[in-house]
């Protein structure tokens, strides 16, 4: 067993907590879908900003240009940014997948105040931490973004790399998808701009992303066991993180509390 599954195994009970979480036995009809997707919605900017993050540091976006360090981590991440940043939004034109997500949640009729009033804040020049203490969103939501950007900004690369790799969208399980499909077929086809998201991250993530971003923490942690402890330790805390999250919105949709963050 080489190291990137060694650490998937020792990584596999966080892994099942969120696949098998009984938040998607929760969501059963249209409210409960658009209680989850207001929350979701910040783990999908979230994972936007860790890539960023990567693509800062291991690709040439500094003027005067110079010549990158890493050219193996160059190229996957700015393989993976064309993908999330700019995919094929089915109608001909091009989007990020927050794009999608976000459109997805107008089409359904889920209120996206929350989410836009965070990144209005950012666009008006207010830092990170006043922005988001600054809106009404869940103690797991805002502790979840302030983790992330707590590695941001003083996390080393491994530990970003990690955060992004084990903590992405792959952890929506199949039974998610039918879900949403039988709710879409419930609902005239309200949840076809959703499905579509789910579609491309499914296929980007399965067929390009997931196994670049598994050669990504292979180059950078190489045969060093500390470097490999420590994109363990970070991927742990990203999980724990998403399932302090699962639970939250599980709460909410179980007590059908009125659709907020």
């Not at 922005?131 to 003083?154: E, L």
Request: aromatic share 8%; net charge negative; glycine share 6%.
């Amino acid at each position: 067993m080489n190291q990137i599954d060694s650490l998937k195994q020792n990584l596999g009970p966080y892994r099942r907590q969120l696949i098998e979480h009984p938040l998607y036995d929760a969501i059963g009809n249209l409210t409960a879908l658009r209680i989850f997707m207001q929350h979701h919605v910040f783990a999908v900017w979230d994972f936007m900003s860790l890539l960023k993050a990567l693509q800062q540091r291991f690709t040439g976006l500094q003027t005067p240009w110079l010549p990158v360090h890493n050219k193996l981590a160059c190229r996957l991440i700015n393989e993976i940014v064309l993908g999330e940043e700019s995919d094929e939004d089915g109608t001909g034109e091009y989007a990020s997948h927050f794009d999608l997500y976000h459109q997805a949640m107008q089409t359904c009729g889920c209120e996206t105040f929350h989410i836009d009033q965070l990144i209005e804040r950012l666009r008006n020049g207010s830092d990170l931490e006043s922005a988001v203490s600054g809106i009404d969103i869940s103690p797991a939501t805002k502790q979840f973004i302030m983790s992330t950007f707590a590695w941001i900004q003083q996390g080393s690369d491994i530990e970003i790399a990690a955060a992004f790799t084990f903590g992405r969208e792959d952890l929506l399980p199949d039974v998610f998808r039918k879900i949403v499909g039988q709710i879409d077929r419930e609902e005239s086809g309200q949840l076809q701009p959703f499905l579509y998201y789910l579609d491309r991250h499914i296929e980007l993530d399965e067929d390009r992303h997931g196994p670049m971003a598994d050669r990504l923490m292979a180059d950078l942690c190489g045969d060093d066991p500390e470097s490999w402890k420590l994109a363990e330790q970070a991927a742990i805390r990203a999980l724990q993180l998403r399932i302090n999250l699962w639970d939250e919105i599980t709460a909410k949709v179980v007590t059908r509390s009125p659709a907020s963050c």
